[in-house]
């Protein structure tokens, strides 16, 4: 967590868990809801949310306060969830998949934004967002290990069809 005080980690037996840095004991019950083994986690800046995306093609939203399941599933990738990300702002959630796409998501509602990043040459397997919350780094190992650069905002509405045209680096 961002305080630097919490673990936070997730396994094939679908299970998120936290420990508690100091001390190396697991806090709380397990976080469970997944079915599928969870591959992905990201926590907002605030440290208050926990995003977590599976092999069962779905993300789920976690109260990191009180364990609970935040609304229900967001569904939408046709692949294992691989990787995660959320905007500075905290209102945002990027996520990358084994069907080469990447997807946005309103933090809050659960509701896709726009329509998925394609074009990819292989799976996403690690998205970074810049500090300025203007781009995301995007690793699509090996075919593009360098990465590339995906522009997140647009200057239409915010649930504007983004230009997708990526600057490999």
Known sequence: TPDG????????????????LTTGAEIGEPLTGHTNSVLALAITPDGRTLVSGSNGHTIRRWDLTTGAAIGTPLAGHTNSVLALAIT?????ILSGSAARTIRRWDLTTGKEIGTPLTGHTDVVRALAITPDGARCIVNCAPSEATGLAVPLRTTGPANAPLAYAPTVY
Do not use: E, K, Y
């Open 5 to 20: 005080r919490t673990l936070i980690s997730s396994s094939s037996d679908c299970a998120i868990r936290r420990w508690n």
């Open 88 to 92: 500075p702002d905290g209102r945002t």
